[in-house]
């Protein structure tokens, strides 16, 4: 399973860079895409070369690793369709736009309601059945992509589970769009001039730290509230942040490896001043 981990954290790494710049975006979803397929078809190839070590290990990978790859790949899909066609003048229009759309993907959680319940609340007790190739089934859903009817690479919800993930992201991504819409843009000068030049990583990190510790509202701040701030104040995407602590919890070594490296440089810079 660790060469599976290692791979989809390299990956999230590479997606990082993309920038969602209007005058880029175009060529960044594509570079997304390409990143996304490009690593699906390599985790297939190892998949049927070296399999999973037992059933528990097979579930987690189709329930967890293979959809979080495929969910960035239909969200890069999907964003490129919606900023196609996006009005390009009127914030009237566009907002109205963003809207529909985010409605639209909302969808997806009500058709499938009971198995977002089930995703949401992170069940196992179904997972054999949704997340294992042994009971032959296969996703009927979004059929054009060929790693969602390869039975030795799917299940039957591993890719219901991506297009949840997919919609989520989406929704926050549109969602922001309309706060930044919707902004006074005086009020927005200051963020326009800060960048995080750390990772996504360190930042969530960053983000759960404060949470964690309740310093911000008396502790009545929620992880969102912070996190749009943060998004707002950097201009950085943070996409699934919930998903990305995931991969700090995963850590095998040095869990807080951001609040580390803030204790060491405050130390450093302590020293440094009494010198």
Request: glycine share 4%.
């Amino acid at each position: 399973m660790k060469r599976y981990l290692k791979f989809q954290e390299k990956l999230e790494l590479e997606l990082e860079s993309i920038n969602f710049a209007s005058n880029t975006i175009f060529a960044e979803v594509e570079r997304g895409i390409s990143l996304c397929k490009d690593s699906l078809t390599i985790l297939r190839k190892v998949v049927l070369k070296n399999g999973f070590k037992n059933i528990e290990e097979e579930c987690y990978f189709f329930k967890t690793i293979k959809p979080i790859i495929m969910g960035k790949l239909i969200f890069y899909i999907e964003l490129a369709s919606v900023e196609k066609n996006k009005p390009r003048y009127g914030k009237k229009f566009i907002g109205q736009y963003l809207r529909m759309h985010i409605n639209s993907f909302q969808s997806v959680f009500l058709e499938h309601h009971e198995f977002y319940e089930y995703f949401i609340q992170k069940r196992t007790d179904r997972d054999l059945e949704y997340f294992s190739r042994a009971n032959g089934k296969i996703s009927l859903h979004i059929a054009t992509l060929s790693y969602c009817t390869d039975a030795d690479f799917s299940t039957s919800h591993d890719l219901l589970t991506a297009k949840f993930i997919a919609h989520e992201l989406l929704i926050e991504h549109f969602a922001n769009k309309l706060d930044n819409i919707n902004q006074n843009p005086s009020k927005n000068s200051l963020a326009s001039t800060l960048k995080w030049t750390g990772t996504k990583v360190d930042l969530v990190e960053l983000i759960y730290a404060l949470h964690s510790s309740g310093l911000v509202n008396n502790g009545q701040a929620t992880l969102n509230d912070l996190a749009t701030i943060f998004q707002t104040l950097f201009q950085k995407d943070l996409g699934d942040f919930y998903r990305t602590f995931l991969e700090i919890r995963l850590r095998k070594t040095n869990q807080s490896k951001l609040l580390d490296k803030l204790k060491d440089s405050l130390l450093r810079k302590i020293v440094e001043a009494d010198d």
